[in-house]
């Protein structure tokens, strides 16, 4: 069993297929959305993690790219500026998984693992500094 | 017993012994307070966090026809005119023009005074645009123009309330989310927050004003400035601990500095969400070793060192005076501190990582000869309430 962490980008045309179904009936993975945006009308994306058998994880990542909804397996949601953080370390009481964290005790220098984040964007409202970024383009969530 | 000068002699001559007020603690615990007392010259100690209370004065130079400023904006923050001509302060916590503050709540305030003044430190361009009514010797009555910090003939920083002595514990009792400038306090005592670099920071290394005083030079976020007077809130009578610790704000510091000199990195613009912008200054004390007390009060350990837990959506806007609890720094730095029971995490507004960096960098300007300690030219006030203002009808 293998979890791969997805974001799926739905043109405005695709937005009413039931692609999550499929993805647990068909396919037999178990999905975890992060964050959704899914409006009708409009570009949409999806955040979410796949867990199953690899061979079932590229099929169904085929089937997705077969709605024309483009499927990103590498992409990060959230960025992390270390040259923007200060380490002050007031994201720590918001980040739920510790993906920030103090990675020295003596120094006291906050740390990023991407591999932690599950893009809550928590830290993006709480930075003081502005080191947080997001990759969707929504409104008030790009914006450095 | 040292004096001022003696210890300026091994500086000029580069013999110096100096350390942080991190690797102090160590050292005398090794060596024994009198010897070590007899080798360290000088311990640095360091802070960096929000410092609201920051601007500065800046002298834009006479454009040609004069112009006697009335109303001005840098990047569209309003600057305080009502003095000379081309002079101004520009605030830390200024609000952009329009910015809409809190009409959407929680505003979201991603630019004010502190981020220009970090602009200009960065030496990038800001914007000036000018108002004026115009008179005979000065006609011009508007104008807009760029410029840099090094097309200003001045830009002095003066920070009338820098270098808290200690500070609050953020927490929040109520069951909504409640926006400060300590950040966002979750509902029901689920984070706290704290802001002092704790066994770093200037006043908690010399709780009784002995070497720290009117006139003390300092690192401010790169340049030599100097403490120009007592703080505003400068509170000394307060609840100290046996080691003479201060357990709530106390002392305060009014520092000043050539902002020209000043580094980009120790001067950050601070937005928070909620509540409005402010500045992040980075500061830097060295601290004489006169005698063995001095170098003893150096010392102080996180453990040692405890601030008040204060609810912040209720007791500190209502100022009713209630405190939770006392915590140490050693305790908050863990990551949990326990309240009535209930593990609850901290976060912190002040850098203990950029308040090390600054106190090894003093440190290593001071073992070079580049920076000089001084006496002060007159001592901080050591018994003083603060008062509190009363609306009267």
Known sequence: MTTKKLMFYFPKSETEKPIVYHLVKDYDLIINIFRAKVTPEEFGYLVLDVTGEDADIQRGIEFVRSFNVEVNETERGLTWNESRCTSCGNCLAHCPTNALHIIDPVTRKVGFDPEACIDCLACIDNCPFHACSSVFADTTEARI | ?393
């Open chain 2, 1 to 393: 017993m040292k004096t001022y000068d003696q210890i300026n002699r091994k500086i000029e001559n580069g013999t110096a012994v100096v350390l942080t007020a991190d690797e102090v603690i160590d050292y005398v615990d090794r060596k024994g307070l009198d010897a070590a007392a007899n080798e360290v010259d000088v311990v640095t100690t360091a802070t960096f966090g929000p410092m609201c209370s920051s601007g500065c004065f800046v002298n834009f130079g006479h454009s040609k026809p004069k112009m006697r400023i009335t109303e001005a904006w840098l990047d569209d923050v309003l600057v305080y005119s009502g003095i000379a001509a081309v002079d101004a302060y520009l605030g830390a916590s200024q609000l952009r023009h329009n910015d809409p503050a809190n009409m959407y709540y929680p505003g979201e305030f991603r630019f004010g005074g502190g981020h220009v003044i970090e602009k200009l430190i960065n030496r990038e361009t800001v914007q000036l645009f000018a108002l004026s009514y115009g008179t005979d010797d000065y006609p011009r009555r508007e104008l807009r123009t760029h410029l840099t910090i090094d097309d200003l003939n001045q830009a002095i920083m003066v920070n009338p309330r820098n270098c808290y002595q200690n500070y609050n514990v953020a927490t929040n009792r109520s069951d909504k989310p409640v926006y400060t400038y300590m950040g966002l306090l979750k509902p029901r005592m689920k984070n706290v927050t704290y802001s002092s670099a704790g066994q770093l920071s200037p006043l908690l290394n010399d709780p009784f004003y002995e070497t720290i005083g009117i006139g003390t030079r300092v690192w401010l976020a790169g340049a030599q400035g100097h403490v120009y007077a007592e703080g505003t809130q400068h509170a000394p009578s307060c609840d100290r601990g046996a080691n003479g610790v201060p357990r709530e704000g106390a002392g305060t510091l009014a520092l000043t500095g050539d902002m020209k000199k000043m580094k980009p990195g120790f001067v950050r613009g601070v937005s928070f969400k909620g509540y409005g912008v402010s500045l992040a200054v980075g500061v830097g004390i060295p601290i004489p070793i006169l005698n063995p007390e001095i170098l003893r009060r150096t010392t102080v350990r996180d453990e040692e060192i405890f601030a008040q837990v204060i609810d912040y959506s209720h007791d500190y806007p209502q100022k009713t005076g209630e405190v939770i609890t006392s915590v140490s720094y050693a305790q908050l730095r863990s990551g949990t501190v326990e309240l009535e029971g209930k593990q609850v995490e901290v976060g912190s507004l002040s850098s203990y990582a950029k308040a090390l960096e600054i106190a090894e960098l003093l440190a290593g300007e001071i073992r070079a000869g580049d920076f000089l300690v001084s006496e002060p030219i007159a001592p901080l006030p050591r018994e003083q309430a603060m008062t509190s203002l009363e609306i009267r009808r």
